[in-house]
């Protein structure tokens, strides 16, 4: 390790394969916390090549535990999170409208780390069951048209970072793997960047896929569609920029986004925009990122996928796929 942090910190790169070696070696217990750490902070100090993201990608996949639900046409909705904005659990809420719309969602997530309350977190509060079991979860998916894959359980190369992340508190080069990762190979991904560096990347690693992606990043900084200014998409077929009145609605301020201080106020708040009470700005931009969702995987328009979204919030479809999914955790 020592003479990979030597050679990071005079900023050469690593190679594909010796990325996915230090992993293997994180994995296998091979380095101390201190060098864990300082490995993470030099990836938060210097840019990460397309080389290094896929190596470390490759590494994490090898080792996951499997869940096979390929006889489902999957797609998970997901940020890369440490965007620093602290909104809602927004791609969570999104990612029940999806499946109250009939699309299958299978959303990979984990506890916060860099912010208050992540997927994980709200999941857990509003008594959703964990779990690895490839029944239990195809169960989930056929009854309530989700489940929720909790990272922790599928990737046991992460239990040495986890700790560190957590005391680090900010974000490292494993939120940009968050998305990469999903133990269930979906067919279609959905994921939010903080930055348009990273949204190229991930558009060069995946245009290398089967998968049927669409990446979204807010130009104002937000890792989804926030309303709060212009969307740059980029798809296997285009790149274009979606603004608030594509999906037929205003434009949002950023505080009408921001989301609660505890995780108690960010169940609290999910539990109140999905039964229906959400108010206007909240309902929208939840039903804007379902949307992108709905259209990855249908090729609808956004304003068709946004009105499908929206039908499914306000009927209480989303709402069923919750209490589904809550009822089959019992």
Not at 80 to 104: E, H, M, P
Not at 188 to 214: P, S
Request: glycine residues 8%; aromatic residues 8%; contains cysteine.
């Amino acid at each position: 390790m020592k003479n990979i942090l030597n050679r990071l910190i005079n900023h050469e790169m690593l190679s594909k394969e010796e990325a996915k070696n230090v992993l293997f070696n994180i994995s296998n217990g091979n380095y101390n916390p201190s060098q864990i750490a300082a490995f993470l902070t030099v990836y938060m100090m210097r840019s990460i090549s397309i080389d290094e993201l896929a190596g470390f990608r490759e590494a994490l996949l090898e080792l996951c535990v499997r869940v096979d639900l390929s006889t489902y046409n999957t797609i998970d909705l997901c940020g890369t999170g440490g965007d620093g904005k602290d909104t809602f659990n927004i791609s969570t809420l999104a990612s029940f409208v999806a499946a109250g719309a009939g699309i299958k969602v299978a959303k990979h997530g984990n506890y916060g780390v860099s912010s208050i309350s992540g997927s994980s977190n709200v999941m857990e509060k509003l008594g959703v069951k964990f779990s690895n079991n490839n029944d239990f979860l195809e169960k989930c998916i056929d009854q309530a048209g989700i489940c929720i894959l909790h990272a922790p359980l599928f990737h046991p190369a992460m239990k040495n970072v986890g700790p560190i992340r957590k005391e680090l508190g900010v974000r490292t080069f494993f939120n940009m793997l968050g998305p990469m990762i999903n133990p269930s190979f979906p067919q279609n991904q959905l994921v939010g960047v903080f930055n348009l560096e990273l949204a190229r990347k991930y558009a060069y690693l995946y245009q290398n896929t089967d998968m049927n992606f669409t990446i979204l990043h807010s130009l104002d900084g937000y890792d989804e569609v926030s309303l709060t200014c212009p969307t740059k998409t980029i798809t296997k077929r285009m790149e274009g920029v979606l603004k608030p009145e594509d999906f037929g609605v205003r434009q949002l301020l950023q505080s009408e986004i921001e989301g609660g201080k505890t995780i108690e106020e960010s169940a609290a708040m999910f539990m109140n925009i999905i039964s229906g009470k959400g108010n206007e700005a909240q309902n929208n931009v939840v039903c804007a990122n379902a949307a992108m969702a709905i259209a990855t995987v249908n090729g609808n328009s956004a304003l068709e996928s946004f009105q499908l979204a929206k039908e499914s919030l306000l009927s209480s479809k989303a709402l069923t796929a919750l209490n589904k999914l809550q009822e089959l955790s019992k």
